[in-house]
């Protein structure tokens, strides 16, 4: 760990002697295959922890916390373990994985006051399966890995997808949520810091709440979490175009994100739209279908909606460069004809309508369960900025210009660079090349992929060479996305959260992180600190 010396082995047997009595013996685990699996994740793999704690309640996750952090042990918390930026992984020997899995309640639901308060390993997916019968939903409602992904995960180190291009990223609809200290002091921000008020608002006095999001669990651990709910719209319909270039694309992207109507907002190049509708087989494709007239609203509705899929199929080719999928949503047709039209007005005549198959699966099965790897069996690096509209074009040239001059290197090692964009509200562009490789699955992908890709990833040569170019061309890439004003979620230990900050905002976050955690023993390395 960074700045943390390991503690002895007498010492972690000790402790978690202790932490057995405190919390149960079953909340302790230490079988090797376990804690080799919580020292990985999509990417890396980092030193292998010495246990694995997994507490049921608060209280338990509160007091194994204390006696671990009194021994001098590195704890490092993980949600759903979806991450690629070592956000969990340990940084030195001996070190505990706080599998936070355990505490997965949705504890209130509050339809009056339109909040919903959740433990923080609550699964998006299971949240949303415990909202939907209420007729509402988080006004973020999770990633596309929300299946697994936790709610605080998505807090800890920022989330975007379902929701995002109408209200942001996870953090915009964050309420308060309860905080523990390195030294297992449970406190609450937002309106519930009062003794006994309600957790139904964000602001009263300076955001507290605010701290803790993107903090990477480096600044004490999430436990219970509140959201502000939304109204479920009745009607969602995607729509889809294609472009000739990425400059018109992203035109349309900027004027569909002003107009603020539609919810999610996704952009494709033709080599990334290759791989993501690559077939996942008829049963797949049918549950799909199945799963697509439940929700297109009303019997009629979803019926045309399956049959246009079944003639469309994955037929999506044309010439088009780049592809943008949209949907909307709507209480009513007439109001959903309405958002339609004003996102086709934002596109203009330089998108071509293609057929809608991608954001309507996208809306129907929310919460697939995507691979770790890419579909032609490759092991992935995914890396993003968030920039504003204004330097995306400039951003994009700068990348292609360095997959150019880096063009012989990938090559060589058989690496692709399909991107994925996405809008942020009214304000952020989301940027997300993702690195490929044909590479060996470590224990992380074995556990977490179909076998009809695992058979053909075994079969690769490991690949080491590919592992170090996608770490390489990750530093660059990140340069080039800080000289266009990029931004990051995802912070972990990978982006240079600490580059280029003034000493007064580094010296105020390390005063938190004094304050919440003095030895530095939670999540050391997150957030470069
Ligand atoms: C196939 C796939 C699809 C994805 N799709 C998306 C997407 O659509 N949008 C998107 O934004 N991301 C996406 N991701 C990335 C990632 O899954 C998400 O960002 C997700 O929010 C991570 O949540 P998690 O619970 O897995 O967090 P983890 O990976 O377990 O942890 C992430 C960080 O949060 C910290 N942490 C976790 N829980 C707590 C807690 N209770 N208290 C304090 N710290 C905590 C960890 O220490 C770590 O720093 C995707 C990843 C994959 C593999």
């Not at 519930?192 to 709440?209: E, H, V, W």
């Not at 929310?366 to 069996?377: I, N, T």
């Not at 912070?491 to 900050?501: C, L, N, S, V």
């Given at each position: 760990m960074s700045n943390v010396t390991p503690v002895h082995n007498d010492i972690i047997d000790e402790a978690l002697a202790l932490t057995r009595q405190a919390i149960?013996?079953?909340?302790v685990i230490t079988d090797a295959d376990t804690r080799a699996y919580h020292s990985q994740d999509v990417f890396a793999t980092g030193p292998t922890v010495a246990a694995v704690i997994r507490p049921t309640t608060v209280a338990d996750l509160a007091s194994a916390i204390k006696i671990l952090t009194t021994a001098g042990i590195a704890v490092f918390p993980r949600g759903g373990?979806?991450?690629?930026?070592?956000?969990?992984?340990?940084?030195?020997?001996n070190g505990v994985s706080l599998d936070m899995?355990?505490?997965?309640?949705?504890?209130e639901i509050n339809t009056e006051d339109m909040f919903v308060t959740v433990q923080a390993g609550c699964t998006w997916e299971a949240l949303d399966n415990a909202l939907a019968p209420h007729g509402v939903r988080a006004?973020?409602?999770?990633?596309?890995?929300?299946f697994k992904a936790t709610v605080g995960g998505g807090m800890s180190q920022g989330a975007a997808s379902l929701g995002s291009s109408k209200d942001g990223i996870s953090a915009e609809a964050v309420l308060g949520m309860e905080i523990v200290t390195a030294e297992g002091t449970v406190f609450a921000t937002g309106s519930?810091?009062?003794?006994?008020?309600?957790?139904?608002?964000?602001?009263?006095?300076?955001?507290?709440?605010g701290l803790f999001c993107g903090d990477a669990g480096a600044l004490g651990i999430k436990a219970t979490i509140t959201l502000r709910l939304q109204k479920r719209a009745k009607f969602t319909q995607g729509l889809s175009f294609g472009f000739d270039t990425f400059e018109a694309a992203h035109k349309a992207m900027s004027a569909i994100a002003a107009s603020n109507r539609a919810t999610e907002v996704f952009g494709f190049t033709r080599r990334a739209m290759e791989g993501a509708i690559a077939s996942k087989g008829l049963w797949e494709d049918l549950k799909i279908m199945f799963a697509v007239g439940r929700t297109s609203g009303g019997p009629i509705a979803g019926l045309f909606q399956v049959l246009k899929m079944a003639l469309?199929?994955?037929?999506?080719?044309?010439?088009?460069?780049c592809f943008v999928h949209c949907a909307v949503e709507a209480d009513n047709p007439t109001e959903l004809k309405g958002h339609m039209q004003t996102v086709r007005d934002a596109v203009g005549s330089a998108g071509r309508d293609i057929p809608n198959t991608m954001p309507t699966v996208m809306r129907a099965t929310?919460?697939?369960?995507?691979?770790?790897?890419?579909?032609?069996?490759k092991r992935m690096l995914p890396l993003h900025a968030i920039l504003p509209f204004s330097k995306v074009v400039a951003f994009h040239r700068a990348l292609e210009a360095y997959f150019e001059k880096r063009k012989a290197d990938m090559d060589a090692l058989d690496m692709t660079t399909p991107s994925i964009f996405g809008t942020l509200s009214t304000n952020g562009f989301l940027y997300e090349p993702v690195l490929y490789w044909p590479d060996q699955p470590d224990i992380f992908h074995e556990r977490n992929t179909p076998e009809e890709l695992l058979a053909p990833m075994r079969e690769n040569a490991p690949s080491e060479r590919g592992r170090i170019l996608a770490k390489e061309m990750f530093e660059e890439m990140v340069t080039i996305m800080h000289e266009h004003s990029g931004v990051h979620l995802q912070?972990?230990?990978?982006?240079?959260?600490?580059?280029?900050?003034s000493d007064m905002t580094i010296a105020l976050v390390r005063q938190i992180k004094d304050l919440t955690d003095p030895r530095g023993l939670i999540n050391p390395g997150a957030l470069g600190l």
């Open positions: 149960g013996a079953d909340a373990g979806y991450s690629y930026t070592d956000a969990y992984l340990p940084t030195g020997p899995s355990g505490l997965n309640e949705t504890l006004e973020f409602w999770g990633p596309l890995s929300g519930a810091a009062q003794d006994g008020k309600s957790p139904f608002f964000r602001n009263y006095g300076p955001d507290l709440t469309a199929g994955r037929r999506w080719s044309t010439n088009s460069e929310p919460f697939m369960p995507y691979p770790v790897v890419g579909m032609d069996a912070i972990g230990k990978a982006y240079p959260y600490t580059r280029d900050r």
